[in-house]
């Protein structure tokens, strides 16, 4: 049984190195078709640096080329070749995106790396700091509880964020992004993982209030909003009803007994 199952595990591993192999395959590839097509759109090269006028009058005139294709397509033929049109320029906007974009390829950055520290220190192989070597520096400058909020895209959540406390600020980043237990939370700040999670529930409860007053806010200035921000509101819609009812009864109480005391 016990060479049977090495048999197996040695086949898994041929397996996954071909799959690697032919990911780098599909990279080389992918390059070698960038290159042809640079090689192809060099009359697109030669008019970018052209005039403006040249070149605003060649998009302007083959916009128009493209508009009278399909006003006049009628057969099978004429739709493949409306078609072949839009695809090549969907082809030269990727092309162009991958030019100005740092990407990740399907092959994982770990693979390939030197064991036990025989050419490269081990370190100069993990992925954070490929990914310096690459170019994505901002995972790297942003990766503090006080400046996480530099990574997040919505405005609203990262100005929540901002306004945290440091110690808040600090718990989430260890729970968000570092993805430690409550348990290993509480062996860093000396602390009970009871008190740990009573303290992240207060801080969602914090970035929800806020989050929910501004897309409020949005809805009633009739901004577009995205699918989970709908579903967000429509979740705790009910909730922040009942709060504020609290909260005005509990004031109504306060001003009830002050004036019975005056």
């Known amino acids: 049984m016990q060479k049977e199952i090495v048999s197996f595990s040695e086949t898994d591993d041929y397996d996954f190195d071909n799959e690697l192999l032919d990911a780098l395959e599909m ?4 390059i070698q078709e960038i290159e042809q097509e640079k090689e192809e ?7 970018a640096s052209a005039p ?3 070149k605003k009058l060649w998009r302007d005139t083959q916009k128009e080329a493209l508009i009278r294709l399909e006003d006049s397509a009628r057969t099978e033929d004429d739709f493949r070749n409306v078609q072949s049109w839009w695809d090549r320029l969907d082809a030269n ?3 162009r995106y991958r030019y100005h974009v740092i990407g990740r390829s399907d092959v994982p950055l770990e693979w390939g790396a030197a064991p036990e520290q025989v050419i490269v220190p081990e370190p100069i192989q993990h992925v954070f700091w490929k990914q310096i070597i690459k170019g994505g520096f901002l995972d790297a400058i942003f990766d503090c509880p006080f400046e996480m909020h530099e990574l997040i895209e919505n405005t609203d959540i990262a100005d929540a964020m901002s306004e945290l ?3 808040h600020k600090e718990l989430l980043y260890y729970s968000a992004i570092r993805q430690y237990s409550n348990q290993k939370i509480a062996h860093i700040r000396c602390q009970t993982d009871r008190n740990i999670l009573k303290v992240k529930n207060t801080i969602l409860k914090k970035l929800r209030k806020k989050l929910y007053v501004s897309l409020r806010e949005r809805q009633q200035m009739n901004l577009p909003l ?3 921000e709908k579903e967000f509101l429509e979740e705790y819609a009910p909730a922040f009803a009942d709060r504020n009812k609290a909260k005005l009864s509990d004031t109504n109480k306060k001003r009830k007994t002050i004036e019975i005391n005056n």
Do not use: G, P
Not at 27 to 30: F, Q, T, V, Y
Not at 41 to 47: G, K, R, V
């Open 52 to 54: 403006t006028s040249r």
């Open 226 to 228: 995205n699918q989970r």
């Open 93 to 95: 906007a990727d092309r």
């Open 41 to 47: 759109n060099a009359l697109t090269e030669e008019t």
């Open 27 to 30: 990279e080389r590839s992918a």
């Open 165 to 167: 406390k440091d110690l």
